[in-house]
């Protein structure tokens, strides 16, 4: 399916400009805490923001800047339980002369932001790479067992549903057939790559070609380039 396709590159791209956003970030803060002029602060508010099922607090602080100016302003990060206490004294940084730019000198008051959006490209890099990885190792042994399998007809069973694997709300078919060895007598179920529509109008055979790693079976491709290719 080329859902599947799309959002291994969706996943790459937007997790690479996830990250480098964050490596960014990280540095404008990087510059702003070695320039920042510091100023102690009170913690003279806990600024409540709801949500539908939950409600965070924000610090608000006011401080004394380096002209004389008071200063207050609201952190940009609410948390619950509340990450300060009304009363509590903090170290506020500053740009000179833009004290309205105020910042905590905390950890997620500075950092949080390069952490969370690194945090979120890293999974949707993750995500992507593992996808890539996937089809290519499933390529890779595909053509393996085209070269060097063992050939056997195996007869047709069933297309069925896979329920296992479901994307956006639709589950794929997989062709079902069965194979006897005539050495040992065993029957040998196969199933086939999942399929994004529906094959059996199109299984007129009742005999399907399969590669069988005869040192593994378990390990085997089902051949069915004979059915037509699904449409974009």
Do not use: C
């Not at 790459?12 to 956003?21: E, H, P, Q, R, T």
Request: charge should be positive.
């Amino acid at each position: 399916m080329k859902a599947i396709g799309i959002f291994k590159w969706v996943g790459l791209l937007a997790g690479g400009a996830m990250l480098g956003g964050a490596l960014l970030l990280g540095q404008h803060t990087r510059a702003f805490v070695a320039r920042a002029q510091h100023a102690s602060g009170e913690v003279v508010e806990l600024v409540p923001h709801r949500s539908s099922d939950s409600t965070t607090y924000a610090p608000a602080v006011r401080f004394v800047a380096a002209d004389g100016q008071t200063i207050r302003f609201v952190a940009s990060f609410s948390s619950s339980p509340p990450a300060f206490a009304v009363g509590e004294r903090v170290d506020v940084l500053y740009p000179a002369g833009q004290p309205d730019q105020a910042k905590i000198n905390a950890f997620f008051s500075l950092w949080g932001g390069a952490v969370i959006l690194g945090g979120i490209g890293a999974v949707f890099l993750a995500v992507g790479l593992a996808l890539q990885l996937a089809a290519r190792l499933a390529r890779r042994r595909e053509q393996d067992l085209l070269l060097h399998g063992t050939p056997v007809m195996a007869d047709f069973q069933s297309v069925d549903r896979n329920t296992r694997l479901e994307v956006n709300g639709r589950h794929p078919y997989r062709v079902t057939a069965q194979w006897r060895n005539p050495a040992t007598g065993k029957v040998h179920v196969f199933q086939s790559r999942n399929l994004w529509y529906d094959p059996t109008p199109y299984l007129e055979r009742r005999q399907l070609t399969v590669y069988l790693d005869t040192a593994n079976p378990k390990r085997y491709h089902m051949d069915t380039s004979f059915l037509p290719q699904q449409a974009g």
